[in-house]
């Protein structure tokens, strides 16, 4: 999963340019609007400002470097939809290193083959899917595991696994590297053309490229909310939704999953909310 380089003399749209900057650059014009509104069915809707957003993400991608994740790293993020698999996301895409969202409908097996495929040095996951995780990733060098499941409270606590909220480190920390567009950003392995899942990987330039078309295909404004309940783990909520929501500055509610029985959005506001478990601009 070597990066690409431009041809030189070429300059391609997006040069100079890469999803961090994107981030960033939002955190500074729409600093104070609802980016993301994390609505699980059973605990109540948090909202998370551009801001505050960036800054988490910030402090997450200096713990993730303090825990010995490099440049160029993947990392398993094997998460349902929750607030956690974006910071994840974002803070791996800041530091460099590669974001692997994995199926979570996925056997041990399957994981025992991304894992191993990708050269995976961590894994971000949810109580649920711990021990299945431990289990058949052994080559992994810690595994991080979130505090609920998708909203919903754990049924166990998972052994030997660090807690998600204590990856977190000084903001001030923040990793810098150099901006390049057609570095690894990150993978998704998806199936149905061959006889293993394939690792698709995405570069800055892609990501960047799927938010800027989805926004103009759906037709998005910074004052639209967009609603999110496929996968975040597959392009279809991690692209068509979430990052063209960034693209223009909107606000996108992610929700675990798509429910008959509750397919209206929760109420929010942009009031202050309750505790943040998370570092907070």
């Not at 300059?11 to 509104?37: C, K, T, Y």
């Not at 910030?58 to 349902?80: E, F, Q, S, Y």
């Not at 909220?165 to 199936?191: G, H, I, M």
């Not at 999953?257 to 943040?276: I, Q």
Request: charged fraction near 15%; aromatic fraction near 10%; include cysteine.
């Amino acid at each position: 999963m070597a990066s690409r380089h431009a041809v030189p003399g070429i300059v391609g749209p997006f040069a100079g340019l890469d999803v961090p900057w994107l981030l960033r650059m939002r955190s500074e014009s729409r600093r104070n609007h609802p980016f993301l509104i994390w609505a699980p069915f059973d605990a109540p809707s948090r909202t998370w400002r551009y801001g505050e957003f960036h800054t988490a993400v910030g402090a997450l991608a200096a713990g993730l470097a303090r825990r010995g994740v490099k440049c160029g790293d993947p990392v398993l993020i094997h998460l349902d939809n929750c607030i956690e698999a974006m910071l994840a996301w974002f803070a791996c895409v800041e530091l460099g290193a590669i974001a692997v969202t994995t199926n979570t409908r996925s056997a041990g097996a399957e994981m025992n083959y991304f894992a191993s495929h990708c050269g995976a040095v961590a894994a971000i996951t949810q109580p649920a899917y711990a021990e299945m995780v431990s289990a058949h990733c052994r080559d992994l060098r810690w595994i991080a595991v979130t505090s609920h499941d998708a909203g919903a409270p754990p049924s166990h606590a998972p052994s030997h696994a660090d807690s998600f909220e204590a990856l977190f480190a000084d903001v001030a920390d923040r990793p810098r590297r150099t901006t390049d567009p057609s570095a690894s950003c990150s993978v998704q392995y998806t199936s149905g053309t061959t006889s293993r899942p394939k690792a698709v990987l995405w570069t800055h330039a892609n990501a960047l490229w799927g938010a800027k078309v989805n926004a103009a295909h759906e037709d998005l404004h910074a004052t639209d909310v967009h609603q999110t309940y496929l996968p975040l783990f597959h392009t279809n909520a991690l692209a068509y939704s979430m990052l063209a929501s960034l693209w223009v500055g909107a606000s996108c509610v992610i929700q675990p999953r798509f429910s008959a029985s509750r397919s209206g959005v929760r109420p929010w506001s942009t009031a202050a909310p309750g505790p943040r478990p998370f570092p907070s601009a």
